[in-house]
């Protein structure tokens, strides 16, 4: 199977008028591959040629995202993907299973209680209930987050580099863990679980094969 990745969608295409997010329609439109899967901060919202899986990050705005769940705004082919929910993309001769964690990470909103009022500036940060919703996961094979796991060099921690994030990945050990927010690549490797930080879509797209499992990297505005 052939998966598209798409880091944060953030800005314009370098030397152009072009919005990233449209940048991002004309490739799914022009990528043949099963499915896309984008690591948050979307940031503007479009219907795409081919499935657009999603979770948002702190630039993303989680009214949007409930009203393109519920149809309120109407949109072909983006899909957010719910905190701790699984996702099974299916063509026929292999099953990859797909999870998340939605949000960003601020220490000042990360203690607060599922059934207090969030105050409207939280909304796009995950809170410690979020974290534990996704430890009961297992056999997952790519896992989506909008930061990347604190102790193995993506620095800036806790805000690039998460503790909680790196939690999940050393309890539920996806396959593949696929990170945005930082804005640079990077691999790392931890017991059986690879993890990559991502480009932002104005530098970079990947294309994930999940039969050898490797991820390719192809400069943006080189269409097929």
């Given amino acids: 199977m052939r998966l598209g990745i798409l880091g944060d969608i ?5 030397g152009s008028h072009t919005m990233c997010i449209d940048y991002a329609v004309q490739l799914t439109a022009a990528v043949e591959v099963e499915a896309f899967l984008q690591v948050g901060d ?7 040629a081919r499935p657009v899986h999603w979770i948002y990050g702190n630039n993303d705005w989680p009214d949007v995202v409930r009203q393109i769940e519920t ?21 026929g001769t292999q099953r990859v299973r797909i999870a998340g964690l939605n949000g960003a990470f601020d220490e ?17 940060y995950f809170i410690r209930d979020d974290v534990e919703r996704c ?29 909680a994030i790196r939690e999940i990945l ?9 990170c945005g927010h930082a804005h640079f690549f990077h691999a790392a ?4 679980s690879t993890v990559y930080s991502l480009k ?15 991820l390719e990297a192809f400069p943006c505005r080189s269409l097929p």
Wanted: charged fraction near 20%; proline fraction near 8%; charge should be negative.
């Fill in 135 to 163: 430890l009961p996961l297992r056999q997952i094979d790519i896992f989506l987050a909008h930061g990347c796991p604190a102790g193995l060099g993506y620095g800036r921690e806790p805000d690039h580099g998460v503790p």
């Fill in 170 to 178: 050393d309890t539920v050990q996806p396959r593949l863990m696929l």
């Fill in 71 to 91: 149809g309120e705004r109407p949109l072909r082919h983006l899909h957010h993907l719910r905190t701790g929910a699984v996702l099974t993309l299916d063509d």
């Fill in 10 to 14: 953030h800005g314009y295409v370098p």
């Fill in 42 to 48: 979307m940031c503007h919202y479009r219907s795409f």
């Fill in 200 to 214: 932002q879509l104005r530098d970079a797209y990947y294309i994930l094969d999940t039969e050898r499992w490797t």
């Fill in 108 to 124: 000042l909103y990360y203690g607060l209680s599922p059934e207090a009022e969030r105050p409207l500036e939280s909304l796009a």
């Fill in 189 to 192: 490797h931890s017991g059986q």
